[in-house]
């Protein structure tokens, strides 16, 4: 999801190509090579399509058409299908297009239901309309003539239909209308990939990039009591802060167009009912219910994984508090274990960050000086064009402490699979300290109290995107942290930590989810001078229906180097800067002891 203001590559996603030649021929069409510039060399043309929102209503897809000089029936190419981040529209995706018409593909940049120009509400990339609605556009790339000239769908374009029936490749195979295509896109135009494949098997492969798993995670995550994936049974605390600027964003992109239907624009703007009601209740009484958890979870990817079945390219940002790398993970580990061909890069930047400028530049796209690029320019050519070339490691992660100067090839490090690191355990001792296995334990109960409400504790600025995106602080009293030792070396953690505790307060067990005791948890560094910053200021919420019971937390994952001299600090606070918390102010007591763990996954040894 995106906002206009400055966009991160995982919002905006255009993809640079290098000047150079059309692969070899595809299966079902001849495609002769030929030779691109550096100078752009294709025609593009805006095109409309109808499609039917969510409540059945009828609307218009408004979508840009690039077609390469000197493709057509004799040198035909493959297609790429793409669609904007949240709140933006076809027009974000001109320079990732423009590049692509360069190396020969032809391709077609639309806008999003309920974005830019096209109509209907916005439903969340849902395979139906949203992936429905994608299927119309693969219809189109190949060779029906179901385009129009108008929003109202009353002139028919049937030029370019011809030259969408002679220039696209097609696969041969038995599904009427098959072009050879791939999807690129990220945050919101990297869901409706998944979307899109669900419901069209003529879709090849895919490159989600900065995408959600389950948006019920996403917006409200409970990060114990994870049932598959990052699915829980009920529901975690609200994201406060990205929940109300998402919201305001789509509304805003509702109102900023003229041509759409008005009664789009009231009662629930740009939205379905049900948004605005679980937005509403979120705020007021700190919890999302389990009809709005259902919905938003039926509708994203977790929910039919078992229809995802093409290659596929996960890229998911390190720096990303809206869609953190766990969600990636749960992809990832859903399709390899449905044997789908699926590799992972877990790339700088996120939604929360600028990514490095020798991994991926939205306006400035560049395969030759940038890995990410090069890595999604490499698969494309290989699942699309059929070149030999590899199509990169199964799963790379970004090592922010290597320092490049450029392309950020040499930080990245790979391995056959996501599990990468070996696990080190630290104890809780005292009321402030972690032990290290053959450190004994000394005896405390560290103990604070939660604030109602789960009140936020600072303000402030508005990150990379315009949006807020607050520090973490705990106020006195409302917190407890515990400290490791400083570190005799440096300590590379990949992966997820993982928290059991056990904890008593004086709620009892299996109360209302709005009364319920709702912890945050937290992995800081802390440097030789004092100085603390959460990793990625990444949050784990948990609501904790029984806490007479253990509890698990599965951290976001980090990919972290803690340098000589620091400590590592794990926090567990009763309140959240950037979530809405528990209703009710509460003692919370953790003791000490073997059984009270933290569990990091380390790279090397510790």
């Known amino acids: 999801?995106?906002?206009?203001?400055r966009r991160t590559a995982a919002l905006g996603l255009a993809l640079g190509v290098a000047a150079g030649t059309v692969g070899p021929a595809l299966a079902g069409g001849a495609l002769t090579p030929i030779a691109f510039g550096d100078t752009p060399n294709h025609s593009v043309s805006t095109r409309h399509f109808e499609a039917t929102g969510e409540d059945g209503a009828p609307c218009d897809v408004v979508a840009d058409v690039y077609v390469p000089a000197g493709v057509d029936s004799a040198h035909r190419a493959p297609a790429i299908l793409t669609t904007n981040g949240f709140g933006g529209s076809k027009n974000d995706l001109k320079p990732m297009a423009e590049m692509?018409?360069?190396?020969?593909?032809?391709v077609l940049a639309y806008s999003g239901l309920g974005f830019g120009g096209s109509g209907c509400r916005i439903s969340f990339d849902t395979p139906d309309p949203d992936g429905r609605a994608a299927a119309h556009l693969v219809d189109y790339l190949g060779g029906k003539a179901n385009a129009y000239l108008d929003a109202a769908h009353t002139q028919r374009a049937p030029a370019l239909d011809v030259v969408m029936r002679?220039?696209?490749a097609h696969d041969g195979r038995a599904h009427p209308n098959d072009p050879r295509v791939g999807m690129v896109g990220g945050s919101y135009g990297g869901q409706v990939q998944f979307a899109a494949a669900a419901m069209d098997p003529?879709?090849?492969?895919?490159t989600p990039m900065a995408t959600w798993n389950d948006l019920s995670y996403s917006l409200a995550p409970n990060n114990t009591g994870q049932t598959?994936?990052?699915s829980t049974r009920g529901t975690g605390a609200p994201k406060t802060n990205w929940d109300a600027s998402l919201v305001f964003a789509g509304v805003a992109s509702g109102f900023a167009h003229g041509d759409v239907d008005p009664t789009r624009l009231t009662g629930c703007p740009n939205y379905p009912t049900q948004i605005c009601?679980?937005?509403?209740q979120a705020v007021t009484t700190g919890v999302v219910t389990p009809d709005?958890?259902?919905r938003l979870r039926a509708g994203s990817v977790a929910s039919y994984l078992d229809r995802i079945r093409i290659p596929t390219l996960l890229l998911q940002g390190q720096s990303d508090t809206l869609f953190n790398l766990n969600e990636a993970v749960a992809t990832y580990r859903g399709l390899t274990s449905r044997g789908v061909d699926t590799h992972m890069i877990w790339m700088s930047g996120g939604h929360s960050a600028l990514p490095e400028t020798g991994d991926y530049v939205e306006n400035a796209p560049d395969p030759a000086t940038q890995y990410v690029t090069r890595r999604i320019v490499a698969w494309m050519d290989h699942h699309l064009r059929g070149t030999t070339a590899s199509p990169g490691p199964r799963f790379s992660y970004f090592r922010n402490w290597i320092r490049v100067d450029g392309d950020t090839e040499p930080a990245y490090a790979y391995a056959d699979s996501a599990d990468v690191g070996s696990a080190l355990t630290y104890r809780l001792s005292s009321t402030d300290r972690l032990a290290t296995q053959g450190v004994r334990t000394r005896p405390g109960t560290a103990r604070f109290v939660t604030p109602p409400w789960g009140l936020p504790t600072t303000h402030d600025h508005p990150d990379s995107l315009g949006l807020i995106s607050v520090p973490e602080r705990d106020v006195p009293g409302t917190a407890a942290m515990w400290d490791s030792a400083a570190l005799a070396q440096p300590l590379d953690v990949v992966g997820s930590p993982r928290v059991a505790v056990r904890v008593?307060?004086?709620v009892p067990a299996n109360m209302p989810a709005e009364r319920q005791l709702v912890l945050f948890l937290r992995i800081v560094d802390v440097d030789a001078v004092g100085n603390a910053t959460t990793v990625g200021n990444l949050v784990a919420p948990a609501r904790i229906a029984d806490p007479s019971r253990p509890v698990t937390v599965t951290m976001p994952a980090i990919v972290h180097r803690f340098e000589t001299g620091h400590r590592l600090r794990l926090v567990i606070s009763g309140g959240s800067t950037n979530y809405r918390g528990g209703q009710d102010s509460l003692p919370v007591a953790i003791p000490a002891g073997d059984g009270q763990t933290v569990t990091v996954p380390v790279i090397g040894g510790a």
């Not at 003529?202 to 895919?206: A, S």
């Open 166 to 168: 002679d220039a696209v």
């Open 202 to 206: 003529r879709i090849d492969t895919i």
């Open 1 to 5: 999801m995106r906002r206009r203001s």
């Open 504 to 506: 008593s307060t004086t």
């Open 228 to 230: 598959v994936g990052v």
């Open 277 to 280: 009601t679980a937005v509403t």
């Open 100 to 106: 692509f018409t360069r190396r020969g593909y032809v």
């Open 292 to 294: 709005v958890v259902a």
